[in-house]
């Protein structure tokens, strides 16, 4: 299984951006899929993820109310809307699919990560 990011970029503070990741390869199952993120000089954290199934969200509390995360079954796609972009939110966002159980907030319960994209919000 390989996970493609996509959507990173520079922008403003306030900006908006949308991530994009794709999930390829022999895929049995997808319990579920999200987002995790790592600031400079910080370790990574979970941002989001989504039930494959029931398309039930979960936010970390950073985010809630500004990103909304979707899934495209059709595609194995996900996406990040991120709105209300702020400079603290600038990090390499990584997505990553969980095939054995409900998704979490704990990367080891993820088997899949993608490549990570860049996202930088300038203030």
């Known amino acids: 299984v390989q996970l493609q990011a996509s959507g990173g970029g520079l922008v403003q503070a306030g900006d908006s951006l949308r991530l994009s990741c794709a999930a390829n390869?022999?895929?049995?199952?997808?319990?579920?899929m999200g987002w995790f993120r790592r600031a400079p000089g910080k370790e990574r954290e979970f941002v989001a993820a989504?039930?494959?199934?029931?398309?039930?969200?979960d936010y970390t509390d950073s985010v809630r109310g500004r990103f909304t995360m979707s899934r495209e079954k059709a595609k194995n796609t996900i996406y990040l809307q991120m709105n209300s972009l702020k400079p603290e939110d600038t990090a390499v966002y990584y997505c990553?699919?969980?095939?054995?159980?409900?998704?979490?907030?704990?990367?080891?319960?993820?088997?899949?990560w993608g490549q990570g994209t860049l996202v930088t919000v300038s203030s």
């Open positions: 990553v699919l969980e095939n054995r159980g409900p998704p979490t907030r704990r990367e080891g319960d993820y088997d899949y």
């Open positions: 390869g022999r895929i049995s199952s997808i319990s579920g």
């Open positions: 989504i039930t494959w199934s029931g398309s039930n969200t």
